[in-house]
C-alpha cells in the first residue's frame, strides 16, 4: 500500500468519509452506508501530478507496424502512389533506347585464345578499350548527337558537348556492352543507342574491327590479334522494341519505394500524433480510467434526428446502451452514492454537453430523478439543446435571489429529467458559480434529486470550473476521439486541485464505429460489428 494511496484516502476521510467508511459525505451531507461501494473495488485515479506520459505502447514489430498503417492508411497510399507516378513518370521523360547485339566466336585450336582463365578475360578489355573505340569511331564515323543517349534533364544539365573524334569515342565506350555467353568461347558485343539502326550498324563495326584483328594506330606493326583466331557467328539486326525505358519494370520500382516510404510515414505520422483513439490510450497515456466510449449518431443510427431524440426513440440502440454503460462506470468509479457530477474537457467542442443530456435522460429513463445545470456561462449550450427560452428565469436569477429554484426548474417531458437553464446576464457569473449560494444550491439539489449532472464550461478556458470541479463528488472529463491532444488533457488535469478534486475518468466522445475497427484494438467499440446485432 504506498504513501501516496493512504494521503489521499487519508484527506478523503477528513473531508467526510469519502473513502467508503460511512458517515458525512464530501459536503456535510449523510450517506447510506449500504449505498457505498467498498473501498477495494473503488478505482482511485492517479492524481493529476501523478501523471505520466508513456509513449511505449507496444513493441515495435509486424503487428505494430500493420495497425499503424491501417490507421495511417492515406498517408500510406499518398506516398506510396506518389512515388508510382514519380517512377512512371521519369521512366516516361527517358529517350527510348536500342540495344543491337552481334555475336563472335573464339577459336582456341591453333594456339588462340581461350575461354575466361586462359585470355578470353583480355579479349573483353581489348573490346572495351580506347583504342577499340577509335578504330570504331573512324569506320563509322558517326556524329556525337546520333551516340547521345542522354534523356532531356541530363542534357539541359550536362549541356551540349563538341561534336569532336573525342567525344565520339566516349559515346561509343559508354554505349558499348560486352559479355561472355556462359561457358563457351564466344563473346557477346551489344551497343545501346537511341536510333536502332545506329546499334546495329555500331556493334557489328565492333565485331568486325574486332575479327580483323588490326587497332588504330597499330597498322604495319605486330599485334596480339593477327592471327585469324575469332569469327563472327551472329550479326547485328537494328532491334524492333527498344530496350529502355521499361514502364513496368519502372512502376514495380515505384510500387516497392513507395512501400517501404509508406511504412516509414504512417509510423511517423503515427509517433507525432498526440490523440486519443481507444481506452487503452487513456490508462496508458494518461493515467486515469476509462468510463466508456461515446459513438457519432450517424455510425449507428444514421436515420436518427439528433443524439437527444435518439435516447427517446431508440432506448434499445447501442447509442443509448453507451451512456448506460458510462453512468454505470461512474458508479463504480465513485460509488452508489455518488450524486454530484461534474462533466467538463479540456477544450471546447468536444462533446460534452451532448454527453451531459443524453447521460440525463438515460438516468431519467431508467427511472432515477436527475437534474442537469448549465453552468457554462460563455456558450449556455444545454439551455439551447434542450429548447428553453432566454427570458425564463434560470441558475443566475436563483443564486442572485431573483427567483425561487421551482420557478428556475424546468421538466423535459420526453424523459422526466429536470433542467437549470442558464438564462441570466453574464456579468460576475463566475464569483457567483464559484460563490457560497451555488454551494447552498448544489446541496438543496442533493436533497431532492438522486443524481445532479453540471454541465461545466472547459477547464482550461474558464476558471470557474475548476471551483465547481471541488463541489461535486467526482469530475468527468470527456475527450473527443481522435482530435484532442493528449498533452492538452494533462493540463487542464493539473489545473484541478488534487486534494479536493476527483477525477471518476475519461468518457471518449463522437468515436467513428467505422473507422475505429482501425484503430481500437482491444477497445469494445472495436468489436461493436460483432455484437451489433442484439441492438437490432
Known sequence: MSAAWLRRNRARVKRGGAAGTGGTGR?????????ETPPVSRLIPLAPHEVRLSRAAGRFGPEMILSAVRRRIGIFLAVLGTAIAVALAASLLQPSLYTASAEVLLDASGGGRGP???????????????????AVARGVRPDAAALDARGPVARLIGGAAADGERQVVDRLIAGLAVSRMADTYALTIAYTARDPAV????????????VAGRLAGMEGTASPLDRPFARIISGAEPPLLPSSPRPLRAVALG???????????????????????SGRDIGERLGLSHLGSVPTLKSVLPQAASPLEAMVSAQSSGFAEAFRGVMMAIRHAGGRGTQLIAISSALPNEGKTTVSACLARSIALGGESVVLIDCDARRRD????FGLSASRPGLVEVLRYEATLDEALVRDEASG???????????EI????????????????????KRVLIDTAPILAISATRAIATMADVTVLVVRWRATADHAIMAAAKLLPSEHVRIAGVVLAQVDLARQTKFGHGDPTFYYEQYSKYYS
Not at 116 to 134: H, K, N, P, Y
Not at 199 to 210: P, V
Not at 258 to 277: N, Q, Y
Not at 432 to 440: H, P, Y
Open 27 to 35: 459536503n456535510g451531507t449523510n450517506r447510506d452506508v449500504r449505498d
Open 116 to 134: 575466361a582463365g586462359d585470355g578470353a578475360g583480355d579479349e573483353m578489355l581489348i573490346l572495351r578499350s580506347r583504342e577499340m573505340a577509335v
Open 199 to 210: 546499334a546495329a550498324r555500331i556493334a557489328n563495326e565492333y565485331a568486325r574491327q574486332y
Open 255 to 277: 510500387a516497392l519505394a513507395g512501400l517501404l516510404l509508406g511504412i516509414v510515414a504512417a509510423l511517423l505520422a503515427e509517433r507525432r500524433f498526440a490523440g486519443i483513439t
Open 382 to 385: 444545454t439551455t439551447a439543446l
Open 417 to 427: 429529467a429536470w433542467i437549470l437553464p442558464l438564462t441570466g446576464p453574464a456579468e
Open 430 to 449: 463566475s464569483e457567483l458559480l464559484a460563490g457560497q449560494g451555488m454551494v447552498a444550491l448544489l446541496e438543496d439539489l442533493r436533497r431532492r434529486f
